[in-house]
C-alpha cells in the first residue's frame, strides 16, 4: 500500500497565471489607452506627420486594427488573410480621417469581445499558422497583436511630443 | 438522486492560458530584443542623443532595469524601493557606458530566472502595493513592467531611425 500511494504522488497540472478574460481586459485596457492617443493626435496630422521619416500615426493605428481585427477573425474562422492583403500592406484602407478611425476602433472593441465569447479556454493553446506565415500557439499571436500595439503607440508619443501635445498617461488604460 | 445529481453540477473553475514558465520566456524573449537594440546604440549616443527634447535611450534602459530589478526584489522580499529612491528618477546610476549596461542587463536576466523559482503560482494573483504607491495583482504589475520595456523600446526606434541605423526586427526575441 505504501507503494501504491507513492505512484499516485503524480505531479499536478502546472497552475496559470492569467484567464482569458484578465487577457481581454488587459488587451481592451491597452485599445482605451491607444483610442486617446488618436483622439489627441491634431485630425490634419493623423496621416501626415512623422518623425525620422517613419510612418504616420495613422498608418500605424490602420496596422494595429488590422492586426485586432483580421487576426481575431483568422482565430475565430480559421480562414486567414495573408500579410499581402491587409489594408495596411495594401495601402486602400478607406480610412481617411480620424472620425472614420474611430468608428472602426470602437467597432473593433465590439468585435473583440465577441470573439472571447467564441474561445474555449483550451483553444488559447492550440497551434495556428496566423495569417498563413506564423506558426505558433493563438496565446502567442495575441501577445504579438498587444505587443505591436503597444510598440508602435509608443513610437506616436515621440510624434506627439515633437508636436508639442501632451501624451496620455501611459498607466492611464480606464 | 436526480436533485442532487444536478446540484453536484458546480461549475468548474475557469481554466487559465499563461503559465508563470511562459510569461517568463515571453519577458525573457522581449529583453533579448531590447538587449539588441541597446548594443545597436552607438556608445557615444546611448546617453546624449534624443528626439523631441526626450530622454536619451540610455536614460530609458535605467527605468526599464530599475522596474525589472527593483520591482521583482519588491515582489519576492516584500520589501519596496519608493519610486523616488528609483535610478532613473535619482539621476544617480553608476551606469555611464554601453558595456556597463549590458553587464547590469545581464545579471537581471539572471535574477529574473531565479526569481521565478522563488514565485509558486498562486502568488502571482495576490495582491501587492508595488512600490508602496501601486495596487494590483502581481501578475498585473509584472504585466506593466514589461510593457513598460516594449513602450521605451519603441521610442529608441525612432531614435535609431533618424540616426540611420537598422531597427532590430521587432519579431526577432531571440
Do not use: A
Given at each position: 500500500m505504501e507503494t501504491n500511494t507513492v505512484n499516485q504522488q503524480v505531479s499536478a497540472p502546472a497552475e496559470m497565471i492569467i484567464s482569458p478574460e484578465a487577457l481581454l481586459e488587459h488587451w481592451q485596457g491597452h485599445r482605451r489607452l491607444t483610442r486617446k492617443v488618436i483622439e489627441a493626435f491634431p485630425e490634419d496630422k493623423l496621416f501626415t506627420y512623422s518623425v525620422a521619416g517613419m510612418r504616420s500615426f495613422g498608418d500605424m493605428a490602420i496596422e494595429i486594427m488590422d492586426m485586432s481585427s483580421d487576426g481575431m477573425d483568422g482565430i475565430i474562422t480559421g480562414q486567414w488573410k495573408t500579410i499581402n492583403e491587409m489594408d495596411h500592406i495594401t495601402g486602400k484602407s478607406p480610412l481617411k480621417t480620424k472620425e472614420a478611425v474611430l468608428k472602426q476602433w470602437d467597432q473593433i472593441t465590439e468585435q473583440l469581445n465577441q470573439n472571447w465569447q467564441q474561445l474555449?479556454?483550451?483553444?488559447?493553446?492550440e497551434v495556428e499558422l496566423a495569417f498563413n506565415a506564423y506558426e505558433g500557439k493563438i496565446i502567442d499571436s495575441i501577445l504579438y497583436f498587444i505587443d505591436n500595439e503597444v510598440h508602435h503607440r509608443a513610437q506616436s508619443y515621440v510624434y506627439l511630443n515633437s508636436l508639442g501635445i501632451e501624451r496620455p498617461a501611459f498607466w492611464d488604460r480606464f
Open positions: 474555449p479556454p483550451e483553444r488559447f493553446l
